[in-house]
C-alpha cells in the first residue's frame, strides 16, 4: 500500500472536522435541553449501556480521574438521570443504573447523533452510501 499524500490527509481533515462540528452541534443541543456537559453525557450513555455498573467502571472507560467521575455522577444522581444501588451480594459496593429520566436523556442525544448521521448519508446517492459506509466500518474496524 502507498502512503496517503499530504492533499489526503487535509482533505479528510476537513471532512472529520465538519462531521465533528455536526456532532458536536447535536450534543450539545441535547447538553443544553437537559443541562448536561460532555462528560455527563458520555457517562450516562455507558452506565446506560453497563446497569450495574461501578464508578470505577465509568472512570476507566472515559479515561477520567475517580473524583472527576464522583463529581459527574453527583450531578447526574442529583438530576435523578442515575441512582446509586448497594447490591445485596457486597453491601460494600455501588452500582449505578439509570433512571427513566436519564435513559429519555439518553434516547434524545441518540436520536439527534442518528439526524445527524441520516443528514450526512442523505448527501450520497444510494451506491455511494454503500461505499462509505463499507468503507467507515473498515476504517473503524482497524487497527493501529
Same mark, same amino acid.
Given at each position: 500500500? &502507498?502512503?496517503?499524500?499530504? +492533499? $489526503?490527509?487535509?482533505?479528510?481533515?476537513?471532512? #472529520? +472536522?465538519? #462531521? *465533528? !462540528?455536526? #456532532?458536536?452541534?447535536?450534543?450539545?443541543?441535547?447538553?443544553?435541553?437537559?443541562?448536561?456537559?460532555?462528560?455527563?453525557?458520555?457517562?450516562?450513555?455507558?452506565? /446506560?449501556?453497563?446497569?450495574?455498573? *461501578?464508578?470505577?467502571?465509568?472512570?476507566?472507560?472515559?479515561?477520567? @480521574? %475517580? *473524583? &472527576?467521575?464522583?463529581? /459527574?455522577?453527583?450531578?447526574?444522581?442529583?438530576?435523578?438521570?442515575?441512582?446509586?444501588? !448497594?447490591?445485596?451480594?457486597? !453491601?460494600?459496593?455501588?452500582?449505578?443504573?439509570? &433512571? $427513566?429520566?436519564?435513559?429519555? @436523556?439518553?434516547?434524545? =442525544?441518540?436520536?439527534? =447523533?442518528?439526524?445527524?448521521?441520516?443528514?450526512? %448519508? +442523505?448527501?450520497?446517492?444510494? @451506491? +455511494? !452510501?454503500? &461505499? #462509505? %459506509?463499507?468503507? *467507515?466500518?473498515?476504517? /473503524?474496524? /482497524?487497527?493501529?
Amino acid at each position: 500500500m &502507498t502512503a496517503p499524500t499530504p +492533499e $489526503q490527509i487535509e482533505k479528510l481533515a476537513i471532512a #472529520f +472536522e465538519r #462531521f *465533528t !462540528r455536526r #456532532f458536536k452541534v447535536e450534543e450539545a443541543a441535547a447538553a443544553l435541553k437537559n443541562a448536561l456537559n460532555a462528560l455527563d453525557i458520555q457517562a450516562l450513555l455507558f452506565i /446506560s449501556e453497563h446497569p450495574e455498573c *461501578t464508578l470505577g467502571d465509568v472512570a476507566r472507560h472515559l479515561d477520567v @480521574a %475517580l *473524583t &472527576t467521575m464522583s463529581s /459527574s455522577v453527583d450531578r447526574l444522581v442529583r438530576k435523578e438521570m442515575v441512582e446509586r444501588r !448497594r447490591p445485596q451480594e457486597n !453491601r460494600r459496593s455501588v452500582s449505578l443504573n439509570i &433512571t $427513566q429520566q436519564g435513559q429519555d @436523556a439518553v434516547l434524545g =442525544y441518540v436520536d439527534g =447523533y442518528r439526524a445527524s448521521c441520516k443528514a450526512m %448519508l +442523505e448527501a450520497l446517492d444510494p @451506491a +455511494e !452510501r454503500t &461505499t #462509505f %459506509l463499507n468503507l *467507515t466500518q473498515k476504517i /473503524s474496524q /482497524s487497527e493501529d
